[in-house]
């Protein structure tokens, strides 16, 4: 069974403050990992879609990047617009979700 | 109207009250997801239709009614619900079904609550 587990539950950091989100991830075959971003009451925002380990990429003060175990989605300066939650999920068949890190970037 | 939009955006039903939940897709996909979302669980896929056609039942209890009369719209008919059904139910769409590293997108989702 595919199973996604994302750490830690909940960051807060100050505005500038750089870290890391972590998805590990157990599964027969990765076919593809994808981060989202998820603000309250509304539906999940795709960022990334990885494939192989070693693969990287970026957009604006986020970077994901992937190994054969884990991917890491690093914010670099935060600001307090990043605070949301953010998914992780790995495609094998169908899509299996992570429970989210809720990130607060405190001004 | 641009994505994926759903209707209602909340919604209160009793237990014996039939109600349902609408999403339309405006991106081109053929291949159509309803989730549900409960407080401090993952995301759980419930069905999936791919050109129409249902694809995937995950185990979902039969008082829960999908329906996809074409590519761009999808309906959740619910009756005789539990308050345990309460959750934030999300519309999704992909290009296709299964295909590698192809993209959800994702509706705002419609917030249910069962009294």
């Known amino acids: 069974e595919d199973q996604v587990t994302q750490s830690p539950e909940a960051l807060r950091l100050q505005e500038g403050e750089s870290s890391s989100l972590n998805c590990s991830y157990t599964?027969?075959?990765?076919?593809?990992l994808f981060w989202y971003r998820q603000d309250p009451g509304k539906g999940p925002e795709f960022l990334f879609t990885?494939?192989?380990a070693g693969e990287e990429k970026e957009k604006e003060r986020l970077k994901a990047t992937l190994t054969k175990k884990e991917s890491f989605l690093h914010i670099t300066a935060p600001k307090p617009e990043d605070s949301a939650t953010y998914l992780c999920a790995v495609q094998a068949g169908r899509l299996t979700f992570g429970e989210g890190t809720q990130l607060t970037v405190n001004p | 109207e641009t994505g994926v939009t759903q209707t209602p955006r909340h919604l209160v039903m009793g237990m014996t009250n039939k109600k349902s939940l609408k999403c339309e897709q405006h991106?081109?996909?053929?291949?159509m997801y309803w989730y549900k979302q409960s407080a401090k669980k993952p995301l759980e896929l419930m069905f999936v239709y791919n050109f129409k056609e249902q694809t995937e039942n995950n185990s979902v209890p039969s008082r829960f009614s999908p329906e996809c009369p074409n590519s761009s719209h999808l309906f959740l008919h619910l009756h005789t619900l539990q308050p345990e059904d309460s959750a934030l139910y999300l519309c999704?769409?992909?290009?296709?079904?299964?295909?590698?590293?192809?993209?959800?997108?994702f509706g705002p989702g419609t917030r249910l609550t069962v009294t």
């Open positions: 991106l081109g996909h053929n291949a």
């Open positions: 990885l494939y192989s």
């Open positions: 599964v027969s075959g990765l076919r593809g």
């Open positions: 999704a769409s992909s290009q296709r079904q299964g295909e590698a590293g192809l993209e959800q997108y």
